[in-house]
């Protein structure tokens, strides 16, 4: 399973760009880019999974370079609501056996 | 509401004890994931079942064990409890793995407490 680095924590101010880089330089060649979501007492939530380039949903934007090896969820106009963790995880989505690991996070606080 | 249905809730017990953790997985999905989060340790995979089999196993003790009943929903029983096992349990669903790329449905979870 690829491991992934990212920050611990960041803050930010409401109606701001943010931007989470996450790093997993042994990323495979099944792994996909999952972003997930969780404010506290509640269950993740999952944000957007991308493969390469960019994909943008309601919520979010996800970049993955050529090479793989990092990925940045990028949410625009981030409001207070927004604080919470995001997990960035990479895994092999083929097959029925999954086992997607969650690191530790970063704790986003969004600042009015 | 996410769909997948955690009971009970809160769950308090005693040292030595036993409990059963239910799971009701969204409409449709077959597969469930049983997942521990405590202060220290952070989301844990436990085990997954596929359609009622065991098709990935983590972090799980001995004293830990789960199944997957004919109507997809699931159980994660805990044994000889300890101080340590207190935690948020939660549970996952997703559709059948081999063609869902959208990821995992997470339960409201159940905070356990041994006392």
């Known amino acids: 399973l690829a491991k992934t680095t990212q920050p611990i924590s960041m803050d930010s101010y409401e109606g701001q760009e943010v931007n989470i880089t996450c790093s997993h330089n042994?990323?495979?060649?099944?792994?996909?880019i999952t972003w997930y979501q969780q404010f506290p007492s509640q269950g993740p939530r999952f944000i957007i999974q991308?493969?390469?380039t960019k994909v943008t949903n309601e919520v979010a934007s996800l970049f993955i370079p050529a090479d793989r090896k990092s990925s940045t969820l990028s949410l625009p106009r981030v409001s207070l609501s927004d604080t919470a963790v995001y997990y960035c995880?990479?895994?092999?989505?083929?097959?029925?056996?999954?086992?997607?690991?969650f690191g530790s996070g970063t704790q986003l606080t969004v600042l009015p | 509401d996410s769909g997948v249905t955690q009971t009970p809730k809160h769950l308090i017990t005693a040292t030595g004890q036993r409990v059963t953790l239910r799971c009701s997985p969204r409409?449709?999905?077959?597969?469930v994931y049983w997942y521990q989060q405590s202060l220290d340790q952070g989301l844990q995979f436990l085990i997954q079942?596929?359609?009622?089999?065991?098709?990935a196993k983590g972090n799980i003790l001995e004293r830990f064990s789960a199944q997957q009943f004919p109507d997809l929903h699931s159980e994660l029983n805990l044994s000889s409890l300890e101080l340590g096992d207190s935690a948020l349990y939660f549970c996952?669903?997703?559709?059948?793995?081999?063609?869902?790329?959208?990821?995992?449905?997470f339960g409201s979870g159940t905070r356990l407490t041994v006392v």
């Open positions: 409409s449709g999905d077959l597969s």
């Open positions: 079942y596929y359609n009622g089999e065991e098709r």
């Open positions: 042994n990323i495979a060649t099944n792994d996909y």
């Open positions: 995880l990479v895994g092999d989505i083929s097959g029925s056996a999954r086992q997607l690991t």
């Open positions: 996952a669903s997703s559709a059948d793995p081999r063609t869902d790329s959208y990821g995992y449905t």
């Open positions: 991308g493969y390469k």
